[in-house]
Every structure is written in structure tokens, then in C-alpha cells.
């Protein structure tokens, strides 16, 4: 009996321990997470160029003030979930959207649209920075 009361506190102890090692790794994960929102939302506020994060589906996720102007709109926010198309004259947004899908597909850079790679590397959505007066 106090054999396998001293095996199941030693099994106990090493549980727990495994927990807090395991809490402590997502808190860490967690501030570094919003670290990296922190850094995002600074970029995005203070850059003088149009930036915009779009998904696989090419749905805005993302865009700073400069972008919502150059697509009409007064707030960031009202771009989200949308696509380029429902602001722009649709030969311009096919065009925009072309070169989007070009580097969702290749995984490479062309012009001013970059690869949003996720886990293993894959292409998750396109990052578009741009001063022009293309709407991407």
C-alpha cells in the first residue's frame, strides 16, 4: 500500500509539473502572439504606404488607413471580408486579383504582393503594400 501511495505521488508530482511546463509554454506563446499583433497594429497605423493582409480567398483579413482610402472607404474595418471587387470597377480588382492568385499558387513574390506563408510553409494569403493608385 504505501508503495503505490509513493508511486502515485511521484506520478502526481511529475503531472503536475508537466502542466506547468505546459502552461507556462502557451503564456509565453501568448505573449508573443500579442507581441506580434502589437508590432502589426504599429506598422499598419504609422506606414505611409497602402498595406493590406488578404486570406486564401482573397478577402481582406487586415488593412491599414491608407488602403481604406484608396478603396473609399472612411474605417479599415468596413473592408474586412470583403473582397477587392466589391469596391473596385471589376476589370481592375480581375487584374489585382490575377496577380494575388499568381502568388497564392507560387508561393513567390510579384510586384508588390508577398506570399503569407503558414504552418510547413504553405501560402495562406497574400500581404499587399503599395503607395500607388491601384486599390489591392
Known amino acids: 500500500d504505501d508503495w503505490l501511495r509513493l508511486v502515485g505521488s511521484e506520478m502526481c508530482i511529475r503531472d503536475r509539473k508537466a502542466l506547468a511546463n505546459e502552461l507556462l ?3 509565453e506563446a501568448m505573449a508573443a502572439l500579442n507581441h506580434d ?3 502589426l497594429s504599429v506598422i499598419l497605423g504609422h506606414s505611409a ?3 493590406s493582409v488578404k486570406d486564401a480567398s482573397l478577402r481582406y483579413v ?3 488607413e491608407q488602403q481604406a ?3 473609399g472607404l472612411d474605417q479599415p474595418q468596413e473592408a474586412i471580408g470583403h473582397r477587392v471587387g466589391d469596391f473596385l470597377p471589376e476589370e481592375e480588382a480581375t487584374a489585382i486579383e490575377n ?3 499568381r502568388v497564392l ?3 513567390e513574390t510579384v510586384h508588390n504582393v508577398y506570399p503569407l506563408n503558414g504552418k510547413g510553409g504553405s501560402t495562406v494569403g497574400v500581404v499587399v503594400i503599395s503607395g500607388g493608385n491601384n486599390g489591392s
Open 25 to 27: 509554454m502557451k503564456e
Open 37 to 39: 499583433r502589437k508590432l
Open 49 to 51: 504606404q497602402a498595406i
Open 62 to 64: 487586415r488593412i491599414n
Open 69 to 71: 482610402k484608396m478603396l
Open 99 to 101: 496577380v494575388e492568385e
Open 105 to 107: 499558387s507560387s508561393g
